[in-house]
């Protein structure tokens, strides 16, 4: 009988290739937190439900801008930074308020400069006093309050990109936590199919044996060989199953409840672009960095606010109302003020503003100056590993068939019995080990367009047109 042997030179080039592919691999994009960020928690909303959910990278993303912690941390700093606004706009706005008072008094005539002698009584009353009131004051003038309600808007804007820059995130973190859970499922499959592979060997090699064609120790080496296996398989679905828990938490799904994940996933395209272009499109969309030049002219404003501060102002206070002995006899009255206050000496209280509004306006400038950096090397490290992965990828993706076709042959010429099982099981660790390396450029080159995308700050926007999430 004669077989088409896979050439030894083939099998010993898979070999190099398959195993020195750990470490000839490019690092992958890295989306890595802190264990305590707000990006990896979530608030769980609803009940669960009895039928298992069927969720797509599309609602995990939907459900994570709904629930993140993150996000809903961002959309309350905003709120934050409107009502700082309010009560920094309310120094220029008109303040009205009313009273009423009504009192019964006994004065002593003398203590206000009246000494009116023994004949006439120094104590007057008890009498009744009765006073209804609207009180009102305007700023005319304070350059130092407009100048400080300028700064505070700048805050909310500033507020507002910091939540579009958090949305981003919480964007990556979602595709790239589903984006594990769909490899980790890939490589349960993978632990499964070897499984199955292993126990197909295990039971041909006990059939060959007993028809005298192997040895017993090929026997004894299939069974470790299942074993092993059979230990990867229960390893990769158990790291499937936290990967589905961590995803759970991070997008607020109800405690316990079930779901599966869809395989198909929709390929977002690479960006038509030079690296060029992509940084200087970054430097106009990149909410982080956008929202780092607010808060630098909110400290600029805020530093003129302080120099302002030495200014003469301009208010205006004023009242009117009815005031008399009981409401019915009341009278009405009024009084207009006019006032400019000229700030003289106030013991160096505005030369230490200064100083702090000086400090602030630096590192805020030096924040915008460092974001200015982070992003040009975003994005050029965005597109290198875009690049190397994708090369990394279709490596991968020919390494993988030379293993099966390997795994083929070898099986063949065991069952012939011109070969012993320790080809067969080398060729199986070829097939598991170029499956890993095939699953991880695949999980790689899906997280490395997502980096880009949100290096350009169009995460949001790629997630809604692509993948059916975001806003």
Known sequence: MTFTTFPRQCAALLWVVVLAAPTAAQPRPTTSLP???????????????SEPLTLTV?????????????????????????????????????NISAGVAEARQVRNLAVFGF???????????????????LYASQSIFDLSALKETRAEAHNVEAARLSSRSAREIVILVTANLYLQALASNARADSARAQLETATALHTQALD???????????????EVRQSTERQRATAAENEFQKAKLQLARVIGLPLGQAFTLTTAVPDLPTPDMTVEQAVERAYRTRPDYLAALERVRAAE??????VSDALPSVHVTADYGAIGLTPASARSTFTVTGAVNVPIFQGGRRQGRLLEADADLRA?????????????YDVR???????????????????????????????????????????????Q????????????????FSVAKGVLAQSLGTAEEAAAKYLGGGN
């Open 58 to 94: 599309g609602e995990a993303i939907r459900r994570g801008l709904e629930h993140n912690l993150a996000v809903l941390t961002s959309e309350q700093g905003v709120d934050r930074a409107r009502g700082a606004r309010r009560i920094a706009l309310s120094q220029l706005l008109p």
């Open 429 to 444: 660790e070829a097939v598991a080990l170029a499956s890993e390396q095939y699953i991880s450029a695949l999980y790689g």
């Open 115 to 133: 000494p009116l002698g023994d004949s006439f009584p120094s104590i007057v009353g008890p009498f009744n006093t009765f006073d209804a009131r």
């Open 364 to 376: 805020r400038r030096a924040e915008a100056e460092d974001l200015h950096a982070e992003v040009y």
């Open 208 to 222: 060959l044996k007993q028809s005298g064609i192997i040895a017993g120790i090929d026997v004894v080496r299939a």
């Open 301 to 306: 404003d805020r530093r003129q606010a302080v």
């Open 35 to 49: 264990a305590n960020s707000p990006f990896l928690g979530g608030v769980p909303q609803g009940t669960a439900s």
């Open 381 to 427: 490290t965005a597109f290198l590993d875009l690049q190397a992965i994708g090369e990394e990828l279709q490596v991968a993706t020919r390494a993988r068939q030379l293993a099966n076709q390997q795994l083929t042959q070898s099986r063949d010429r065991f069952a012939a019995g011109v070969a012993s099982n320790i080809e067969v099981i080398q060729a």
